[in-house]
């Protein structure tokens, strides 16, 4: 079964990784992104070169915007397609994002002239960063930086590739094309068309990204982390008068016995009235590279057992001496039959290994329905996301033309919100879905959660519900690994 870039390109996995590259599925994104600070933070002068291209370009953008610029520049300067041929990043189905789009690019503008307008001349880090965006503006997350940080080196990316292309993929495989929007030229103030040499792949390139920029969860430096370090933050400011003014100041915002939202609504109001104190935790960061380094390593190890080695081991087991990848009538028995076999899988054949990392069960609802997706890559029918039209989403529809919808909904037991959930599609399906039927496949880790779901479910109504599916993935109650 070709799920990764290896497979499908017959590459030796050792060549890649001695390449330094990360196998990338190319049936599904997988949840990784870059993060500038370890280009920032790395010994390599081509990865410090790139982050200093980074800052470059934000400076040619603040002189522009001091001068000023109308809308047109603003979407050739400031918006960005997602650059989908990476596969990587947090789509649920297939490789498609959004981009950066004109909400994007007016935050930076408008932030240019405030938070970054010491860009290029900082007293207080030891460099510029892009990530500072995250910390002021709402909506402005880790998938955005990844995105803007791909496509400002995205000229390095492709002939990253198309070193490893030429040396180990034949010609066959390979296609020299034009990609748009490859690196900016200052000279005429626009972006350049460049021809590579790159894998290809169903009608499109593929780009190879380096492990070592790569990370998941966050990038380092970040809004969430500010909030959790903040008593450390604020006392790793040199200045007394500023430190005592600013914890003064916080404790006067917070109400007895305050709540995690109220402490974190204080800490926005302190960043609003002393907004050097961003500058402060970035340093605090920055003086802290060798644990991103570290944490990131970890991450992406976590990644290629997750979803390369123990998937892989998954599928063939899926494969092996099954109907798995052949069943099919209707989207609702293809649907049907793919989750009992799952289920089937995980707690009869030692499949719930697939959800353990460390002898700990993941227990993130995206890396499930990742997990989920990807071993529906060979189904004629089509899979896709269900647009949240007001009714609320739905992970998966899966179709066979317009008379044949299926919905697939794939949660944890433990999701706090798994009641109203339930409850709220149940009407949802009952009575506004243009899916025909839906099934609800909830998976549980211990005795306590299967207790709370059966408990949901009575409380609903839909304990005896054929199409409400609970999948045991305990792992003290499976065979053993020589019998499973």
Not at 92 to 106: M, P, T
Not at 202 to 214: E, F, H, M, R
Not at 215 to 226: A, C, G, P, R, V
């Amino acid at each position: 079964m070709n799920l990764y870039f290896t497979d499908i390109f017959n590459v030796d996995p050792d060549d890649l990784d001695e390449h330094g590259a990360f196998n990338i599925s190319l049936v599904n994104d997988l949840p990784l992104f870059i993060d500038p600070f370890l280009l920032f933070n790395s010994y390599r002068t081509e990865y410090q070169d790139l982050h200093a291209q980074i800052i470059n370009y934000l400076r040619f953008l603040k002189d522009q915007a001091e001068k000023g610029i109308n809308e047109g520049l603003l979407r050739a300067w400031y918006t960005f397609p997602e650059v989908k041929q990476n596969w990587l990043g947090f789509s649920l189905v297939g490789n498609v994002g959004s981009g950066l789009g004109i909400d994007f690019a007016r935050a930076l503008y408008k932030n240019l002239g405030t938070i970054f307008s010491d860009f290029g001349e900082e007293r207080v880090t030891h460099d510029s960063h892009l990530e500072k965006l995250c910390i002021i503006k709402d909506g402005v997350g880790k998938d955005n930086i990844s995105d803007f940080t791909t496509n400002l080196i995205q000229d390095y990316l492709l002939k990253y590739t198309q070193e490893f292309a030429r040396k180990n993929i034949r010609k066959d495989k390979r296609k020299i094309i034009p990609v748009r929007r490859a690196y900016f030229n200052y000279n005429t103030r626009s972006w350049v068309t460049r021809r590579y040499d790159l894998p290809w792949h169903l009608g499109d390139y593929v780009i190879l990204t380096p492990k070592d920029i790569l990370t998941k969860e966050d990038t380092w430096i970040n809004k969430s982390d500010l909030i959790k370090d903040f008593d450390d933050v604020t006392n790793s400011i040199p200045n007394t008068e500023l430190r005592a003014q600013i914890n003064e100041y916080f404790i006067r915002l917070l109400p007895r016995d305050a709540r995690k939202r109220e402490v974190s609504e204080a800490i926005s109001r302190v960043l609003s009235k002393y907004p050097e104190l961003i500058d402060y935790y970035i340093r605090y960061k920055e003086e802290r590279g060798d644990e991103a380094v570290a944490i990131s390593e970890q991450r992406v190890k976590h990644i290629e057992r997750l979803f390369i080695k123990q998937l892989k081991d998954f599928v063939s087991e899926l494969n092996n001496g099954t109907d798995f990848y052949l069943t099919g009538c209707n989207s609702y028995v293809e649907s049907r039959k793919r989750v009992l076999f799952l289920k089937d899988v995980i707690e009869n054949k030692g499949g719930h290994r697939l959800f353990f990392v460390n002898s700990e069960p993941i227990r993130r609802e995206s890396d499930l329905q990742i997990l989920f997706r990807l071993t529906w890559f060979a189904t004629p029918s089509d899979v896709s996301r269900e647009v949240d039209d007001g009714r609320g989403p739905v992970d998966f529809k899966v179709s066979r033309g317009s008379f044949d919808k299926s919905l697939v909904e794939f949660k944890l037991a433990k999701n706090t919100r798994l009641k109203r959930n339930l409850e709220k599609q149940v009407e949802i399906y009952q009575k506004a879905s243009d899916a025909q039927k839906a099934l609800r496949v909830i998976i549980y880790f211990s005795e306590s959660e299967l207790l709370r779901v059966q408990k949901i479910l009575k409380d609903l109504g839909l304990q005896q519900n054929p199409d409400v599916i609970l999948i045991d993935a305990i792992p003290t109650n499976k065979p053993s690994g020589s019998k499973a």
